[in-house]
């Protein structure tokens, strides 16, 4: 049965290659221009000046992160620049501007890295499996040792944030220390991926008066966390244990807007698909970072 199928499947193809006249117009339209090159997007290094600065965000239409859409393919872009929809509040919970946007939802953070190849394509995997996106919020110090790794989430659609350079506690710092701490991180990510972050997060949540007042200069939006995952206390020795941990830490502090801190750690990799599938059977969806209002003067965070 299959082979007489294939019979005649070959038979047909030495007709049309012997006739010479339909192989030419095979892959009907598209293909036919870049006949070299068939991989649908390629990785270009500099995509840049296609996204603008992604804080020009006055009319509300505008561009979010300003890292996650992959503008390669104008016709093709399925996922349109979202709709700003959400700011956050003085605590860092994500709040709905309007009656009737839906408030269950959370929103996804990874912070320090980028570290490790198997690790960011583990969290990418499973935000793409649940069509979530997550800021990743990165270090200066790493991006150095493995620019790669920052291309690599940058490529595969998720918005990245600014942790600053040294991940070091800011608050305290002469302010051209913490401008150098969070400037160079804002160069080097648009050096790479051709965007410039709009979310700042200090480290250890310390960034004091002068890391807001440095933050809003560079037209971020400054945000520390309301549901930490406590993935960073977890030690390496428990390791079968705590993804359970993380889930139990996170569900344990929900609420509706949490702002929920996690890190590129392998439990907190290992724990995401259960995490994000128990979060949806709750009724919570995630937030896209492009959907929040990065403005800095009104109501969000002061
Ligand atoms: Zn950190």
Redesign the pocket.
């Known amino acids: 049965m299959l082979n007489k199928k294939l019979l005649v499947i070959a038979a047909t193809c030495l007709i049309l290659s012997a006739c010479g006249q339909k192989t030419d117009q095979l892959p009907s339209d598209s293909n036919a221009k870049s006949s070299s090159q068939t991989q649908p997007e390629t990785p270009t290094e500099n995509k840049s000046p296609a996204t603008k600065p992604a804080q020009e965000i006055d009319n509300k239409a505008g561009n979010g992160s300003g890292t996650n859409v992959p503008s390669k393919d104008s016709k093709e872009q399925t996922s349109a620049v979202p709709e700003i929809k959400y700011h956050m509040n003085k605590v860092y919970n994500i709040v709905p501007n309007e009656e009737g946007t839906e408030k269950k939802v959370v929103l996804l953070t990874f ?2 890295g980028p570290k490790n190849k198997e690790w960011i394509n583990g969290i990418i995997d499973v935000l793409d499996k649940h069509k979530a996106k997550a800021i990743f919020f990165v270090n200066g110090y790493r991006i150095k040792e493995n620019p790669e790794l920052l291309k690599l989430i940058h490529d595969r659609g998720q918005p990245i944030g600014n ?1 600053s350079w040294d ?1 070091i506690s800011l608050k305290s710092q002469p302010l051209p220390k913490v401008k150098k701490q969070i400037e160079d991180v804002q160069k080097i990510v648009k050096e790479l991926t051709g965007d410039t972050p709009v979310f700042f997060r200090p ?1 250890f949540g310390e960034g004091g008066d002068v890391g807001r007042k440095v933050a809003k200069e560079n037209k971020l939006l400054y945000m520390t966390w309301s549901n930490g995952s406590l993935d960073w206390t977890l030690k390496t020795k428990d390791k079968n244990s705590n993804p359970d941990k993380v889930i139990k830490n996170v569900l344990d502090q929900l609420h509706p807007g949490a702002n929920i801190l996690m890190h590129e750690l392998p439990w907190t990799v290992e724990a995401l698909d259960t995490l994000l599938t128990k979060l949806e059977a709750k009724g919570y969806s995630f937030v896209d970072p492009a959907s929040i209002s990065t403005e800095t003067t009104t109501n969000a965070n002061k």
């Open positions: 912070d320090d942790h991940h480290p």
